[in-house]
Nanobody
């Protein structure tokens, strides 16, 4: 069973940058594709980005494309999300997740394991 713990959230001004991380324990995460999601108050959890097990394939939501970068270090069992040009609407709790399925998916239901989330607040 994979256990995921996010870190690095905080308060940042609009236009600023923040890097959040996810540390995984348990089986090596190279067998899993990984994703980042976020959930703002009163809204559904939404897909942000995903990365394949090898790191060779990445996909982003249109709302963050060009501003956010997902990366992973399989040797360290970690997943990162570099967020640049942050906007007030990026404010949310950010979750990392992993999936052992073969086909890459942006759907929440496709992910088997989730972290507890880290709060990112962007002040305007």
């Amino acid at each position: 069973q994979v256990q995921l713990v996010e870190s690095g959230g905080g308060l940042v001004q609009a236009g600023g940058s923040l890097r959040i991380s996810c540390a995984a324990s348990g089986p090596p995460i190279i067998s899993y594709y990984m994703g980042w999601f976020r959930q703002a108050p009163g809204k559904e959890r939404e897909f942000i980005a995903l990365i394949s097990g090898s790191g060779g394939v990445t996909t982003y939501a249109d709302s963050v494309k060009g501003r956010f970068t997902i990366s992973r270090d399989n040797a360290k069992n970690t997943l990162d999300l570099q967020m640049n040009s942050l906007k007030a609407e990026d404010t949310a709790v950010y979750y990392c997740a992993s999936s052992a399925r073969t086909a890459l998916s942006q759907r929440v239901s496709a992910y088997d394991y989730w972290g507890q989330g880290t709060q990112v607040t962007v002040s305007s």
